[in-house]
């Protein structure tokens, strides 16, 4: 009989949204992408936030 290794892997069907992002990028450092959706977040606010003090006029 053959020791056969299984994948340790879940089935695709079976991650959530975050663990099918992350499997998309596996050779890519965790650390990377938890940086990256971290500016992201924060560049979406500062617009957000740039906008609301534009509409006000105080920009």
Same mark, same amino acid.
């Given at each position: 009989?053959?020791?056969?290794?299984?994948?340790?892997?879940?089935?695709?069907?079976?991650?959530?949204?975050?663990?099918?992002?992350?499997?998309? &990028?596996?050779? +890519?450092? $965790?650390?990377?992408?938890?940086?990256?959706?971290? @500016?992201?977040?924060?560049?979406? &606010?500062?617009? +957000?936030? $740039?906008?609301?003090?534009?509409?006000?006029?105080? @920009?």
């Amino acid at each position: 009989m053959e020791n056969e290794k299984k994948d340790p892997r879940r089935d695709p069907s079976q991650l959530n949204a975050i663990e099918k992002l992350y499997e998309k &990028f596996r050779g +890519v450092p $965790l650390k990377y992408i938890d940086i990256f959706i971290g @500016l992201c977040a924060a560049a979406f &606010f500062a617009v +957000v936030i $740039l906008g609301m003090l534009k509409g006000r006029g105080l @920009l």
